[in-house]
């Protein structure tokens, strides 16, 4: 257990809905990563934040926005979905935003889009 | 720009016969190079990271790396393989700028039979 906590862990819905998933980081950390894996593009960064800040940003669609509460809990919302969102979302967190640091992985949601 | 190539997407091997992951990466600067394994329907969990220390690393389980810049490689190795090493095996590459992101290569993964 990482100790990163994300729900839920499965999310089966429609084409043009929008979905939002959530994320607690560690205790004490203060990044937070959200990444994409599906079959045809592999694991890929969306964004990523640090205290509360947008810090970089990866493929992450138009439809697709993210944000960091104040407690450190991170959601990411899914709108406007299409049938190829459909993956599964890993959120990852670490102490600070250093090059090295581990980034500890949370078990992930499956989102199904129908 | 930071990427990494894994050189096998399947490795198979019998239980007790040593494991060899190939991974090349290609980085504008010295790298902080990771692998993460992930098993069947779990999330993502760190076997060892080098971050320009030791180019020998060593990590959980019995598996270690050897960063050689030379060969730009950093090959994942166990002595002798064991059933639960069965698992998808990612290598890794952090890019950092004003955040941090973490590259991931297609992944091999790896059978054991008995």
């Known amino acids: 257990d990482s100790g990163v906590t994300q729900t839920p862990k499965h999310l089966i819905t429609a084409t043009g809905q929008r979905v939002t998933l959530r994320c607690s980081p560690r205790?004490?950390?203060?990044?937070v990563y959200w990444y994409q894996q599906s079959l045809d593009q592999g694991l890929q960064f969306l964004i990523h934040?640090?205290?509360?800040?947008?810090?970089a940003k990866g493929n992450i669609l138009e439809r697709f926005s993210a944000q960091q509460f104040p407690d450190l809990h991170s959601e990411l919302n899914l709108s406007s979905l299409e049938l190829g969102d459909s993956a599964l979302y890993f959120c990852?967190?670490?102490?600070?935003?250093?090059?090295?640091?581990?980034?500890?992985f949370g078990p992930g949601t499956r989102l199904l889009v129908l | 720009a930071q990427s990494v190539t894994q050189l096998d997407s399947h490795v198979s091997v019998s239980e007790g016969t040593p494991v060899l992951l190939r991974c090349n990466y290609s980085?504008?600067?010295?790298?902080?190079l990771f692998w993460y394994v992930q098993h069947p329907n779990k999330g993502l969990q760190l076997l060892l990271k080098?971050?320009?220390?030791?180019?020998l690393v060593k990590g959980i389980n019995g598996f270690e790396a050897e960063f050689k810049k030379s060969e730009t490689s950093f090959h994942l190795t166990k002595p002798s393989a064991h059933m639960s090493d069965a698992a998808e095996y990612f290598c890794?590459?952090?890019?950092?700028?004003?955040?941090?992101?973490?590259?991931f290569g297609k992944g091999t993964t790896l059978s054991v039979s008995s």
């Open positions: 990852a967190s670490s102490v600070g935003t250093g090059d090295g640091e581990t980034q500890y």
């Open positions: 205790s004490g950390d203060l990044s």
């Open positions: 934040y640090y205290n509360g800040e947008e810090r």
């Open positions: 980085s504008s600067y010295s790298p902080s």
């Open positions: 080098y971050t320009s220390a030791a180019t």
């Open positions: 890794v590459v952090s890019y950092n700028q004003a955040g941090t992101a973490l590259i």
